[in-house]
C-alpha cells in the first residue's frame, strides 16, 4: 500500500473511539476482528465496524477476511480482520521529506560505499526523474509537482521558479555541502522526468529559501 495522506490520517485519528481502535490493533500483535475490537475499546461491533472501515479509507489499516481457527471451514461468511498498514504517518509545517533522503543516503552507502556521495547524487536525479517520469500527461505541471513534493513554489514576474520551504531543511543546515548538492540533483530529475526543456535547475542559496532556483 502506498503511504497514507497525512491530512486524511490526522483527520481521521481526531475521534477518539477511532483512535483507540487504532492504538488496540497497532498494538494486538494478530489480525483483530470486530468483535474483538469492539470489546476491548467498549463500543459496539456496528460502530467498530464503521471506525476501522474508516481507519482503513484513511490508509492506517488494512483489512482482509480470514476464517478464525477454532471455526469450521464452510461455516458461514469469513469475517473482516484488521492489521496496522505497514506505514506510518508523520505530519509537519512546512512539509518535510527526510524519509526520501535517508532513502538515498542508505542506498548509497550500501551500492558504493566507496564513493557514497557521487552515487547519492546519482540515486537523487534518478528518484526526481522517476517521480516526473510517472505524472500522467495531463498533470505535468511543474510548479504543481514541486508543490506537491512541498517545495512552495512561486513563479517570479521574469518566470524564475523560487521554492520557499526546502523539504530537507534540518539537514541542510548542518551538512549543507552535501544536502543541498542532492537537492539540486533531486529536482534537475524531476525537470528531466516531466520532459522539461525550457528551464533548468541551478544551485542558487539565498536565506528564507530553498537552495535550488529554476529558470532559464
Given at each position: ?20 481502535l487504532y492504538e488496540y490493533v497497532r498494538h494486538a500483535g494478530h489480525p483483530v476482528g470486530r468483535d474483538e ?154 525537470l528531466d522526468g516531466l520532459g522539461e526543456t525550457r528551464v533548468e535547475a541551478h544551485l542558487a542559496p539565498r ?10
Amino acid at each position: 500500500m502506498d503511504s497514507p495522506d497525512r491530512w486524511t490520517a490526522v483527520a481521521a485519528l481526531t475521534d477518539s473511539s477511532r483512535r483507540a481502535l487504532y492504538e488496540y490493533v497497532r498494538h494486538a500483535g494478530h489480525p483483530v476482528g470486530r468483535d474483538e475490537a469492539g470489546n476491548a475499546t467498549g463500543i459496539s461491533r456496528g460502530l467498530a465496524a464503521f471506525h476501522l472501515d474508516k481507519l482503513v479509507e484513511a490508509g492506517l489499516l488494512r483489512a482482509r477476511h480470514e476464517m478464525p481457527p477454532h471455526r469450521p471451514r464452510g461455516r458461514g461468511r469469513m469475517p473482516k480482520v484488521y492489521e496496522p498498514a505497514s506505514t506510518g504517518v508523520a505530519v509537519a509545517i512546512p512539509e518535510r521529506r527526510y524519509e526520501l533522503i535517508a532513502e538515498i543516503l542508505a542506498d548509497a552507502v550500501a551500492t558504493s560505499p566507496a564513493d557514497a556521495g557521487r552515487e547519492a547524487s546519482r540515486l537523487a536525479h534518478q528518484r526526481g526523474r522517476e517521480i516526473g517520469a510517472r505524472l500522467p500527461e495531463t498533470g505535468r505541471d511543474l510548479a504543481g509537482a514541486l508543490a506537491r513534493l512541498g517545495f512552495e513554489p512561486e513563479r517570479d514576474p521574469d518566470g524564475t521558479i523560487v521554492l520557499h520551504n526546502c523539504p530537507f531543511h534540518v539537514l541542510a543546515v548542518r551538512r549543507t555541502e552535501l544536502v543541498c548538492g542532492l537537492n539540486h540533483a533531486f529536482v534537475a530529475g524531476i525537470l528531466d522526468g516531466l520532459g522539461e526543456t525550457r528551464v533548468e535547475a541551478h544551485l542558487a542559496p539565498r536565506p528564507r529559501t530553498c537552495c535550488v532556483r529554476i529558470g532559464r
